[in-house]
């Protein structure tokens, strides 16, 4: 279990196992090898608890296969490929991947995903539209206004008249 950004509540591995395979076969990186081994691996060194290997210097030569040599300073491959990844994720996260409901994110300055659980949305029967919930008060509201609109034109006509019947305003 991995316990979830928000409420610390635990997301089954095989949930986040899961979402992860969805991601990288889905047509945002199902053409582009680097970014989907990039994203499992990170993923997967996550779920194995060993986030503390997740380091610029370390994917360098893990991921990337960089020489034991490599300078991070040097060869920003692994930042430029992080900033790719949460492009790739974004784009698949606004289109098709919008009713999963584990997200895999990688926050900026950081190599360690976060998993979030999203909510699916309530079912159509189950969604009450403003207009719906908003009718009957705006009914009063207009009703109570149309009386007193009515009143006061009948009071201002019955002071300038001296009359009970005019404007439809009827005998008191």
Partial sequence: MVPELKTGDPIPLDAVRAALDKVVSSEAFVKA????RFLRHLVETTLRGERQILKESVLGTD??????????????I???EAARLRK?????????????????????GSYVPVFRRI???????QRIGWG?????????????????????????????????????????
């Fill in 132 to 172: 719906r919930k908003l009718r009957l008060p705006a009914a009063a509201i207009l009703l109570a206004r149309v009386k007193a609109l009515r009143a006061r034109t009948c009071s201002y006509s019955r002071a300038l008249r001296g009359s009970r019947t005019t404007l439809g305003c009827g005998a008191r």
């Fill in 63 to 76: 991921v990337f296969e960089r020489p034991v040599s490599w300078d991070p300073r040097l060869d920003p």
């Fill in 88 to 108: 790739r994720l974004a784009k698949y996260y606004d289109s098709g991947g919008n009713l999963d409901q584990v997200r895999i994110e990688l926050p900026i």
């Fill in 119 to 125: 909510e699916p949305p309530p079912a159509p029967s």
């Fill in 78 to 80: 692994v930042r430029q």
């Fill in 33 to 36: 090898a680097r970014p989907a």
